[in-house]
């Protein structure tokens, strides 16, 4: 029988985590102040290790627990009376209940971790892509689900499940609601998808090589654009706090002497690294726009971004550690990706007005979307796909969701349960 200290002692461990968690993912793993996390639940600094051992067994800790709540998620979902695309919508709802109170980790700092400690968080996470494969295997094979790449789907659907959580600290959304209405239509995307009845889903008939051209300056501006690359590829990888600048000298096979030539410091290079991102994805989105149709620019949009992120050009992505950037940095990052973000979302209503996208609440749903490929990031694990395939893959996700469009009774949608 456990004691009533025993108790307290475990509640006083829970409400650890979840402050620790959110300071993870506002600060960084290494930025976050284990002083405030211990004054938020009432104790000292000290009083802080009768619950960890030191900052890498706390993060541990909430990467794994991120992992178990996943789990537990997949787990009742799996239960649920419904078919296979029921429960994978049922799945997405648990996941995205704000009613649950227990924050969530962004896993992108995996590095900070011993390589024991990454192997059993990885081990976590493959387990519970496993247990969303099968669910949707479950669904294809009752037909309530289309053919897809499984895989591909899986991780596209934990990337965007991430990103509803990483967003929130990068961007000023419109109103105070807009947690819930993000919640509300990732079910509804991930199920339906934006684009209309009727509507064919062709490949984008531009690559990123056709996109993103850098023109050959100095001998100095092409070293600098070499070293944001490979930084930009470490960072998206193991996170910003997860890499050094010997890290980066190492990957080039240089001395640090050499990163420090071109840039002052670390912070000097990490904003480097988020202007060239932004260049890119203002490149892409500019390519997007001479789309004939709103479907048509949608899916270039998708397509060049996935493209980019896992071809070598790697666009350094928006990760935790927000507030630990400069306050210039942080705006000139809100202001350029909330521009973006209005541009993507005028690319839809285009769409609708020419038929070829439905009426969605598309801020939310072009939010949403911009994390189907963070999970591709981490992992780059694509098998023998080709970078166009898994391109077009989670094109086919966001634009026709995986209920089979034929799967409509007398105009209507038919149901989860009756699929």
């Known amino acids: 029988m456990r004691s009533l200290a025993d108790e307290a002692r475990a509640a006083r461990h829970m409400a650890v985590l979840d402050e620790a968690t959110v300071e993870f993912n506002h600060s960084g793993v290494a930025g976050a102040s284990l002083t405030a996390i211990a004054r938020r639940v009432g104790l000292g600094r000290a009083a802080l290790y009768n619950y960890c051992i030191d900052r890498q067994d706390l993060v541990y800790q909430c990467y794994s627990r991120t992992n178990a709540l996943l789990r537990k998620d997949l ?62 295997r479950e669904g294809i094979k009752d037909e309530s689900i289309r053919n897809c790449d499984v895989e591909v789907v899986c991780q596209a659907i934990f990337g965007i499940l991430s990103w509803a959580t990483l967003s929130l600290l990068w961007i000023i959304f419109p109103d105070e609601d807009f947690a819930s209405r993000m919640a509300n239509a990732i079910p509804d995307l991930v199920t339906d998808g934006m684009a209309s009845e009727g509507m064919e889903v062709l490949p984008s008939r531009k690559r990123i090589k056709d996109v993103i051209r850098n023109p050959r300056g100095s001998d100095w501006d092409d070293r600098r654009e070499s070293l944001a690359l490979v930084a930009s590829r470490l960072f998206n990888s193991r996170g910003i706090d997860g890499v050094s600048l010997d890290d980066v000298a190492l990957e080039l096979g240089a001395t640090k002497g050499v990163v420090y030539h071109y840039f002052q410091s670390k912070p000097a290079l990490v904003a480097y690294c988020y202007e060239r991102a932004f260049n890119i994805y203002e490149q892409i989105m500019s390519a997007a726009e001479k789309g004939l149709t709103g479907l048509e620019c949608t899916v270039m949009a998708i397509e060049l971004n996935v493209e980019a992120q896992l071809e070598s050009i790697s666009p350094l992505w928006m990760s935790t550690g927000a507030e630990m950037l400069p306050k210039q940095l942080q705006r000139a990052i809100v202001r350029r990706a909330g521009a973006l973000w209005a541009r993507s979302v005028k690319l839809a209503e285009r769409g609708v007005k020419d038929g070829s996208l439905k009426r969605l609440d598309f801020e939310p749903v072009k939010q949403a979307s911009a994390g189907s490929f963070n999970y591709l990031i981490s992992s780059k694990d694509n098998g023998k796909r080709s970078v166009s395939e898994v391109a077009a893959e989670i094109s086919r996700l966001l634009l026709l969701g995986l209920r089979p469009r034929k799967a409509r009774l007398n105009g209507k949608q038919a149901s989860y349960e009756t699929l």
Request: proline fraction near 2%; charged fraction near 15%.
């Open 75 to 136: 787990d009742r979902a799996a239960q649920a009376n419904a078919n296979g695309l029921g429960k994978v919508v049922t799945f997405l709802r648990l996941a995205l209940d704000s009613s649950n109170n227990q924050p969530r980790a962004v896993l992108t700092e995996l590095a900070f971790l011993t390589k024991t400690q990454q192997a059993t968080v990885q081990k976590l996470r493959s387990g519970n892509v496993a247990a969303l494969a099968m669910l949707i």
